[in-house]
């Protein structure tokens, strides 16, 4: 076996794919199989994964029940296109999502099925709030990261993503999130100054957009009270409130949806990375029924909604007939955070930070290019992280949240490792 620091030959994707790749650069292997918690490459090196997809394989690689669904489905012949058709597979999930995630926690939303990724339920929800109020303005936070198509660029942060649009991105208006200005300043009142003084240059948006928790940001966490305000803001002035938990929905944090504890009512959720369960394209967009003013065809694509993703997707809602994967994800989480304290307290040079929510965690650092050289360092040991931040200044911890202890253990003793080796 060859070992994991010996390259495997990229000469075909360095040739012939387009320069804009880049995980392929951080993680330059050819892998060829992956299973729960770990992946294997073409050499048959085994990496535990801390990264699941960026979070669409919440329930880790190829689940058994859910690739059988498929398999059986496949060889029935199925549908596998069918735009916004009706489908018995459609059918199947509606009910199941209705039945098990949304009924229990008393909310009542229209299901849409705006096209395969989380950038589309952005566009539509976007859409859909500027065609319900009129207006054209969104509200969006500093350090947010919604998409990468035109309109969710126009609501999100980061410089570099933005400047690839190659046009002025207008009709948004970005506002602090919380802890933005500073631990002691509560920017919801901020916020409500300018849109209560007609001297402020900012007009009434249609909707306000935000992450509960920013993944691509530098997980940067929102509390309960900040999101509280958010929504009585909302809901004072006639304002949209629209929830992208495409990253830190589906359990991610803990619960289902990751503004639960907060028991805020969103006009519109985004939904989409693990939504469909096994790592196939799906999104959805969750509409309060009074809002849901679409004309027949107003919004649609020729992938709306996945025939295998609808199977995939139904049986994935099997791991919230309860609440043992929440509370899983509670625990597991709290033995993550507790090993990242102890890794900033034991080793001050890192200048660290710890932040998140559930099985969403960043280790931040001041340190020029650490959490960088961290990841690089991580996949040559076997551990598969990705940097997150404006300036790459976060270790993202994200394991499936399957993972079980052992595998978790000794990815958390790799990271160690990890720190140890890039700070001498």
Same mark, same amino acid.
């Given at each position: 076996?060859?070992?994991?620091?010996?390259?495997?030959?990229?000469?075909?994707?360095?040739?012939?794919?387009?320069?804009?790749?880049?995980?392929?650069?951080?993680? +330059?292997?050819?892998?060829?199989?992956?299973?729960?918690?770990?992946?294997?490459?073409?050499?048959?090196?085994?990496?535990?994964?801390?990264?699941?997809?960026?979070?669409?394989?919440?329930?880790? $690689? !190829?689940?058994?029940?859910?690739?059988?669904?498929?398999?059986?489905?496949?060889?029935?012949?199925?549908?596998?296109? %069918?735009?916004?058709m009706a489908t018995d597979a459609k059918e199947a999930f509606i009910e199941r999502l209705q039945n098990i995630v949304l009924k229990p926690r008393n909310m009542d939303y229209k299901m849409m099925f705006p096209g395969p990724t989380g950038t589309n339920s952005v566009e539509s929800a976007l859409k859909l709030a500027r065609k319900v109020t009129g207006r054209e303005m969104i509200m969006s936070f500093t350090n947010a990261f919604h998409g990468m198509t035109l309109g969710a660029l126009?609501?999100?942060?980061?410089?570099?993503?933005?400047?690839?649009?190659?046009?002025?991105?207008?009709?948004?208006?970005?506002? +602090?999130?919380?802890?933005?200005?500073?631990?002691?300043?509560?920017?919801? $009142?901020?916020?409500?100054?300018?849109?209560?003084?007609?001297?402020?240059?900012?007009?009434?948006?249609?909707?306000?957009?935000?992450?509960?928790?920013?993944?691509?940001?530098?997980? !940067?966490?929102?509390?309960?009270?900040?999101?509280?305000?958010?929504?009585?803001?909302?809901?004072?002035?006639?304002?949209?409130?629209?929830?992208?938990?495409?990253?830190?929905?589906?359990?991610?944090?803990?619960?289902?949806?990751?503004?639960?504890?907060?028991?805020?009512? +969103?006009?519109?959720?985004?939904?989409?990375?693990?939504?469909?369960?096994?790592?196939?394209?799906?999104?959805?967009?969750?509409?309060?029924?009074?809002?849901?003013?679409?004309? +027949?065809?107003? $919004?649609?694509?020729?992938?709306? %909604?996945?025939?295998?993703?609808?199977?995939?997707?139904?049986?994935?809602?099997?791991?919230?007939?309860?609440?043992?994967?929440?509370?899983?994800?509670?625990?597991?989480?709290?033995?993550?955070?507790?090993?990242?304290?102890?890794?900033?307290?034991?080793?001050?040079?890192?200048?660290?930070?710890?932040?998140?929510?559930?099985?969403?965690?960043?280790?931040?650092?001041?340190?020029?290019?650490?959490?960088?050289?961290?990841?690089?360092?991580?996949?040559?040991?076997?551990?598969?992280?990705?940097?997150?931040?404006?300036?790459?200044?976060?270790?993202?911890?994200?394991?499936?949240?399957?993972?079980?202890?052992?595998?978790?253990?000794?990815?958390?003793?790799?990271?160690?490792?990890?720190?140890?080796?890039?700070?001498?």
């Amino acid at each position: 076996m060859k070992s994991v620091q010996e390259k495997s030959d990229l000469k075909v994707f360095n040739e012939h794919e387009s320069e804009v790749r880049s995980y392929s650069r951080s993680f +330059p292997t050819i892998f060829t199989k992956a299973k729960g918690d770990k992946l294997w490459d073409e050499n048959g090196t085994e990496f535990i994964d801390f990264f699941a997809g960026a979070g669409a394989l919440n329930y880790g $690689h !190829n689940d058994s029940k859910m690739k059988k669904k498929l398999m059986d489905y496949i060889e029935s012949d199925g549908i596998t296109h %069918g735009l916004d058709m009706a489908t018995d597979a459609k059918e199947a999930f509606i009910e199941r999502l209705q039945n098990i995630v949304l009924k229990p926690r008393n909310m009542d939303y229209k299901m849409m099925f705006p096209g395969p990724t989380g950038t589309n339920s952005v566009e539509s929800a976007l859409k859909l709030a500027r065609k319900v109020t009129g207006r054209e303005m969104i509200m969006s936070f500093t350090n947010a990261f919604h998409g990468m198509t035109l309109g969710a660029l126009s609501i999100t942060g980061n410089e570099g993503k933005r400047h690839g649009a190659g046009v002025s991105l207008h009709n948004t208006v970005v506002m +602090p999130y919380d802890k933005f200005i500073g631990d002691d300043t509560n920017s919801v $009142h901020y916020i409500e100054r300018f849109l209560e003084d007609k001297g402020s240059g900012i007009s009434k948006p249609a909707a306000i957009i935000l992450e509960t928790v920013q993944g691509e940001g530098g997980i !940067n966490v929102s509390s309960y009270e900040w999101l509280k305000g958010i929504e009585d803001l909302c809901r004072r002035l006639d304002i949209f409130l629209i929830i992208d938990d495409i990253q830190a929905g589906v359990g991610r944090t803990g619960p289902f949806f990751s503004f639960e504890p907060a028991g805020i009512k +969103p006009d519109i959720i985004c939904l989409s990375k693990s939504i469909g369960g096994y790592g196939l394209p799906f999104a959805l967009t969750l509409i309060k029924p009074e809002h849901d003013i679409w004309d +027949p065809g107003e $919004h649609n694509g020729t992938f709306r %909604g996945n025939n295998f993703a609808f199977i995939t997707a139904t049986e994935a809602l099997r791991f919230w007939e309860n609440d043992t994967l929440e509370k899983e994800v509670e625990r597991k989480g709290e033995k993550v955070r507790k090993f990242l304290d102890q890794l900033v307290a034991n080793y001050p040079k890192l200048k660290g930070e710890v932040r998140g929510r559930g099985l969403m965690l960043g280790l931040a650092s001041n340190v020029e290019g650490l959490a960088n050289a961290i990841c690089a360092t991580g996949f040559k040991k076997g551990l598969i992280m990705e940097s997150a931040g404006i300036n790459d200044q976060v270790t993202k911890i994200m394991p499936p949240l399957t993972i079980n202890d052992e595998t978790l253990d000794q990815g958390l003793k790799i990271l160690e490792e990890c720190v140890q080796e890039v700070i001498k």
